[in-house]
């Protein structure tokens, strides 16, 4: 590697795709983003242009790329999880839409699966409750419902995977159908003890394993850059895909057990390390957080459905132009009057696991203002957080010392003080905003024998209530959340973590 080589990081999120140019001391030289759209064409589902990703992406490694005078001497993929892309390998067309991970369109399928009594042994195997958040049922949703796919899929025709796979292939010029093990851990077909795709579960999820890409370490070397991309030199070795919350993980300089991070986006991830894998006893997942040459690095993770979003949602409800003016709004008032807002608006994720749960309001008064609401909205992203760190810390057995914190909603001190005052601990928020782009890049350096200087934590938020205010606002949260769960018990029998 020359002495100025840069790594191109793509990080392709829901609602936005940036590329960044990031050199060995973890500097960002230049960068470029792009915001993207999701349709919801049904209640519950949620879906992409698998077409305009691919779009989205050639357009930011244009526009970073433009003009730089680094050698650029490998390209990192971040991605959005529990996505999928089914396409056609002649054409390289998609069938159907990117089936996002909030979707909730193969519900039904997995309450039959469970209904059936094979929701312990999916767990089991793949260390993830039975739930639509994961690929599997939705690619088996796209075969069913796309006119010849199932046909097309037994010829050999068809491709699918998640949006790492999706771009490998795009980036390549279809030489490469490929995925790494953090991926692959969140399609719920693999086998994370055995490290294999499981024919078990590709039959009782009814998707054929020949449709599924080879998997490879996080920081190998992928495939190349091929020619028809043509805003590089063809040639540059794709040489990291990871999972973008386990990029995070990465990102933050985490190398071993004891520390848990979270992502604060469209929704929030929870991951810590942890010794070997463990199967979780409280709602969390178990998964894969990345891979090399010397094997897994095991992880428990807890996945929040709504966070981030929920403040979106609720300035658009108060007619507010964006998430920084309900920020605003929250801080006007001392607390929140008593009301509590459970964003379950495509379910509830971790630690409960009810796809059927609805978004619930409680604590109105006569004396309710916007204000409040707004108060609420955030604060429900710290509760939800502080449900999964707690249920992380029983399923280690031990406290953990502090959170890191990254992601857009890191950047609202508010927020992460209230955080802080929730569970006790300390709150470290990372320096650079784009840490998930910073761990593809500091993989892929890894992968070259090189490695990549971390970043410092930016700030530090202390707790600073007295713990009787503590489970004061811990308590008037629970009952919501009961509220919540047992509205969805009277209104349907399904749901529930196997």
């Given amino acids: 590697m020359t002495a100025n080589g840069v790594v191109l ?19 960002i030289l230049r960068q470029a983003s792009t915001p993207n759209t999701v349709s919801y064409p049904q209640p519950g589902w949620a879906e992409q242009s698998a077409t305009a990703l691919v779009e989205g992406v050639l357009a930011v490694i244009a526009e970073a790329a433009a003009g730089a005078t680094e050698d ?51 767990e089991r195997k793949t260390g993830l409750a039975l739930d639509p958040l994961f690929p599997a049922a939705k690619i088996a949703w796209l075969l069913d419902n796309v006119e010849g796919a199932r046909e097309r899929a037994d010829a050999g025709r068809l491709r699918a995977g998640t949006v790492d796979s999706w771009l490998l292939w795009t980036l390549t010029g279809g030489k490469v159908h490929a995925t790494d093990h953090s991926n692959a851990s969140r399609t719920q077909l693999f086998d994370t003890a055995a490290l294999r795709w499981d024919e078990e579960l ?15 370490p996080s920081n190998a070397e992928f495939g190349r850059i091929a020619a028809s991309i043509g ?13 973008d919350s386990h990029a995070a993980l990465y990102g933050h300089g985490v190398r071993g057990p004891g520390t848990v991070k979270a992502t604060y986006g469209t929704g ?19 998964t894969i957080a990345w891979s090399t040459a010397d094997g897994p690095a095991y992880a ?21 132009e964006d998430a920084a003016a309900l920020s605003a709004l929250a801080r006007s008032v001392p607390d929140s009057n008593g009301v509590a807002f459970v964003p379950a608006l495509v379910g509830l994720g971790a630690p409960h696991w009810r796809a059927d749960a609805r978004g619930l309001v409680t604590g109105l008064t006569l004396g309710t203002r916007p204000a409040h609401l707004a108060r609420a909205a ?42 802080a005052d929730l569970i006790g601990r300390p709150v470290e928020t990372a320096a650079a905003a784009e840490v998930s782009a910073l761990g593809a890049a500091a993989l892929a350096f890894s992968g070259l024998g090189q490695e990549m200087q ?44 196997s």
Avoid: Y
């Avoid at 392709?12 to 001391?25: F, I, M």
């Avoid at 807890?302 to 507010?320: E, H, P, T, Y």
């Fill in 202 to 216: 590709a039959r009782l999820f009814d998707v054929p394993l020949s449709l599924l890409p080879e998997i490879r």
């Fill in 454 to 497: 971390m970043a410092q934590a930016q700030h530090r938020f202390r707790p600073e209530i007295e713990d009787a205010d503590r489970q004061s606002h811990l308590s008037r949260w629970r009952r919501a959340i009961a509220q919540t769960l047992t509205e969805t018990a009277n209104g349907s029998t399904t749901g529930g973590h």
């Fill in 231 to 243: 805003a590089l030199p063809p040639g540059i070795p794709i040489h990291a895909m990871i999972g």
């Fill in 72 to 122: 650029i001497v490998a390209v990192a993929i971040s991605n959005q999880r529990e996505s999928i892309v089914v396409w056609d390998a002649e054409t390289g067309e998609p069938i159907g839409p990117c089936i996002i991970w909030q979707c909730r369109r193969s519900a039904p399928a997995c309450e039959k699966l469970r209904a059936d009594g094979h929701g312990k042994t999916i």
């Fill in 9 to 27: 990081a793509i990080d392709q999120g829901t609602t936005n795709t940036k590329a960044l140019l990031v050199d060995a001391r973890g500097e």
């Fill in 268 to 286: 929030t991830s929870l991951m810590a390390l942890t010794r070997e894998r463990v199967l979780s006893h409280h709602g969390i997942s178990s």
């Fill in 300 to 320: 428990l993770e807890g996945n929040i459905s709504v966070s981030g979003q929920a403040a979106a949602f609720m300035a658009d409800m108060l007619g507010l």
């Fill in 378 to 419: 955030l604060e429900a992203i710290a509760f939800q957080v502080a449900d999964v760190f707690s249920a992380m810390e029983q399923d280690i057995g031990i406290p953990f010392a502090e959170l890191r914190a990254d992601g857009g909603a890191s950047r609202n001190g508010f927020l992460m003080q209230f955080q």
